[in-house]
């Protein structure tokens, strides 16, 4: 006997065996594999509605920042006669600084919703927006209560609540991104600012 003939022997698996090991082991249907693999979604169908969220989200956020500039023009060009009479607190600031600070607010707030919808999570993004909503709901109810209905004191309250609503939405902002947040401070701070005018007006015009 030859060292190749013996090798081949050596190889060989008796047929006994062989059928043992496939009914123990049968090979996976071809048909099964097939359908698992179709059941796999696409790549990118979740980051493609994802995307979809971030924009509807920023698209959002400057639609209520745009009307919340557009309400409030409105309402305050509509009181300045009776704006003009009211006995003015000291330590309110020139005419000059309520135009450059309200288009800064107004640019600055709109461009964090964006930030915050792009760049920030899920839950960010919608507690963003209804915060944001419900300070701009009461921002506007001042700038109607104050300038329309003449209620100082129940204006002076509204613009206490926007400012309150106003510290979470920084927050959010500020922990989505670090700049955004840094220009959102001097918001809040005009917002408490106009808060404490309010107050002044309320106490100095009690009739």
Request: aromatic fraction near 10%; hydrophobic fraction near 55%; charged fraction near 10%.
């Amino acid at each position: 006997m030859t060292l190749r003939s013996s090798s081949r022997r050596m190889m060989m698996i008796p047929q006994g065996l062989a059928g043992r090991l496939k009914r123990k082991y049968p090979r996976p249907p071809t048909q099964t594999a097939r359908s698992s693999a179709a059941d796999i979604p696409p790549p990118g169908t979740t980051f493609c509605a994802m995307g979809t969220s971030r924009v509807l989200g920023a698209v959002a956020a400057v639609v209520l920042v745009v009307g919340y500039a557009i309400g409030a023009g409105l309402w305050v060009s509509s009181g300045q006669e009776f704006y003009e009479a009211l006995d003015r607190p000291p330590w309110q600031p020139p005419d000059l600084v309520f135009g450059l600070i309200w288009p800064y607010n107004f640019i600055v707030l709109g461009a964090a919703g964006v930030v915050v919808a792009v760049a920030g999570t899920g839950a960010a993004r919608a507690w963003w927006l209804i915060l944001t909503a419900l300070s701009v709901v009461a921002a506007l109810s001042w700038a109607h209560l104050f300038y329309i209905d003449q209620a100082l004191w129940p204006a002076a309250a509204a613009l206490a609540i926007a400012t309150a609503l106003t510290v979470p939405v920084l927050v959010i902002t500020w922990r989505t991104a670090t700049l955004p947040g840094v220009l959102l401070i001097p918001y809040l701070l005009w917002l408490a600012t106009a808060t404490s005018l309010a107050v002044g007006y309320a106490v100095r015009n009690p009739g």
